[in-house]
């Protein structure tokens, strides 16, 4: 494959760093041209240098001078602002890949940005999808602009997929159950944010991992796959399995149902969404069937993890009402992350929050736009008065 010249919003995040660590081992395949990242300035700053990018954004603007001091001196341009990154992803025209994994709503108008520039773009970032699927789907197919999912159950998919003409009949989404599986029910009001961060398989950012503790995570992956592969939220089945091999599985009209497996480990969907449609060389365990011995799978407890049945329910209702779900959740995890609710407190926040919500049935981007900070306010006084 050519070498591909890359910008990576959220550099400093979990999937950025690992991304990173795909390009460190081959250099020869990828030239990192631009980074992006929110409050990390040191981190950033050690990124910029060691891959000589072009060009860095640091979106918290008090951490500018830190980061101009120290990258100005090596010829890297600096910029501050999400209205910087924003506007790199529309006029850089040096750019063939765009890896989205910047943490939370906010990555949705650099991705919009992405797009309309017909640039190909790599998403890891749930929330975009999750609040403005329809407008993120239009906006690329206006701009002849390619999407590869980089979440593991998604990329599962799109793999599954890969030479495949017939329509899906069902996508199994795996999921792991998070730490909580097997914590009975009256015992969450009791999780502390340690225990809730901890998550059996997988390495990830706060956020996203409090997420898969509810089975928000899931719900949220539920609607993106309804966006990305183009079905109906009846068409998904989740499916617990604690293993985490099999990543997902599509199952079409003659019965044959095929699945991705692998050792649960990110860089693989991240290089695959990075070198694609070629597949290159990667240093993780391979799977040993005989040491596994077997895998086990299991319906989900809605009732115990009520997050994955709002989300269901926020999708067949559509128009904006994802976009508040999410915003919800966004403020309902952060305060959990904070200390000043329960983890038990998050899906009733989130459903108090969609109930005072103003329902738009088409939603265009300011009505997204709006949506979200007016459900920010109501979230935000629902916690205050907890």
């Known amino acids: 494959m050519e070498k591909r010249k890359i910008a990576i919003l959220g550099s400093t995040g979990s999937i950025g760093v690992q991304a990173l660590s795909v390009v460190r081992d081959n250099p020869e395949l990828f030239e990192v041209r631009f980074l992006a990242a929110g409050n990390n300035s040191r981190?950033?700053?050690?990124?910029?240098?060691?891959?000589?990018?072009?060009?860095?954004?640091?979106?918290?603007?008090?951490?500018?001078?830190?980061?101009?001091?120290a990258l100005d001196p090596h010829g890297i341009n600096v910029f501050a602002g999400m209205s910087s990154i924003?506007?790199?992803?529309?006029?850089?025209?040096?750019?063939?890949?765009?890896?989205?994994?910047?943490v939370g709503f906010r990555g949705l108008e650099p991705t919009l940005a992405a797009l309309r520039s017909g640039k190909t773009v790599a998403i890891a970032n749930k929330e975009p999808l999750v609040a403005a699927g329809g407008i993120v789907m239009?906006?690329?197919?206006?701009?002849?602009?390619?999407?590869?999912?980089?979440?593991?159950?998604?990329?599962?998919?799109?793999?599954?997929?890969?030479?495949?003409?017939?329509?899906?009949?069902?996508?199994?989404?795996?999921?792991?159950?998070?730490?909580?599986?097997?914590?009975?029910?009256?015992?969450?009001?009791?999780?502390?944010?340690?225990?809730?961060?901890?998550?059996?398989?997988?390495?990830?950012?706060?956020?996203?991992?409090?997420?898969?503790?509810?089975?928000?995570?899931?719900?949220?992956?539920?609607?993106?796959?309804?966006?990305?592969?183009?079905?109906?939220?009846?068409?998904?089945?989740?499916?617990?399995h604690p293993q985490s091999v099999i990543h997902s599985m599509v199952s079409f009209k003659d019965g044959a149902v095929l699945a991705q497996m692998s050792m649960p480990d990110m860089r693989l969907p991240i290089q695959y969404a990075l070198t694609y449609p070629a597949r290159i060389p990667l240093d993780i365990p391979r799977v040993d069937f005989f040491r596994l011995g077997?895998?086990?799978?299991?319906?989900?407890?809605?009732?115990?993890?009520?997050?994955?049945?709002?989300?269901?329910?926020?999708?067949?209702?559509?128009?904006?009402?994802?976009?508040?779900?999410n915003a919800a959740n966004e403020v309902a995890v952060e305060a959990f992350l904070n200390g000043r609710i329960r983890f038990t407190d998050i899906p009733g926040i989130v459903s108090r929050s969609i109930a005072a919500c103003d329902f738009i049935k088409e939603p265009d981007l300011n009505g997204i736009l709006d949506t979200d900070r007016s459900v920010r306010v109501?979230?935000?006084?629902?916690?205050?008065?907890?």
């Not at 981190?43 to 001091?69: G, T």
């Not at 924003?86 to 910047?102: C, G, H, P, R």
């Not at 109501?378 to 907890?386: F, G, P, R, V």
Request: glycine fraction near 6%.
């Open 43 to 69: 981190l950033l700053i050690q990124q910029a240098i060691e891959f000589n990018a072009a060009c860095a954004v640091i979106a918290n603007e008090q951490l500018y001078d830190e980061v101009f001091a």
């Open 86 to 102: 924003i506007d790199a992803m529309a006029n850089s025209s040096d750019i063939d890949l765009v890896l989205s994994a910047m």
């Open 138 to 240: 239009r906006t690329a197919m206006e701009h002849g602009a390619a999407i590869l999912p980089v979440d593991s159950e998604h990329s599962a998919i799109f793999q599954a997929l890969q030479g495949e003409n017939s329509p899906i009949e069902r996508i199994f989404l795996t999921a792991s159950g998070g730490p909580f599986l097997r914590t009975p029910a009256q015992e969450l009001e009791h999780v502390t944010v340690n225990e809730a961060t901890n998550h059996p398989r997988w390495k990830m950012g706060r956020k996203i991992t409090v997420d898969s503790a509810t089975l928000m995570n899931k719900g949220f992956e539920m609607i993106e796959a309804c966006w990305l592969f183009g079905v109906d939220i009846s068409q998904i089945t989740v499916v617990i």
């Open 294 to 325: 077997g895998f086990t799978f299991s319906e989900p407890d809605t009732e115990k993890f009520p997050c994955l049945a709002i989300a269901v329910d926020a999708m067949r209702r559509g128009g904006n009402i994802p976009c508040a779900m």
């Open 378 to 386: 109501s979230a935000t006084n629902i916690i205050d008065k907890l």
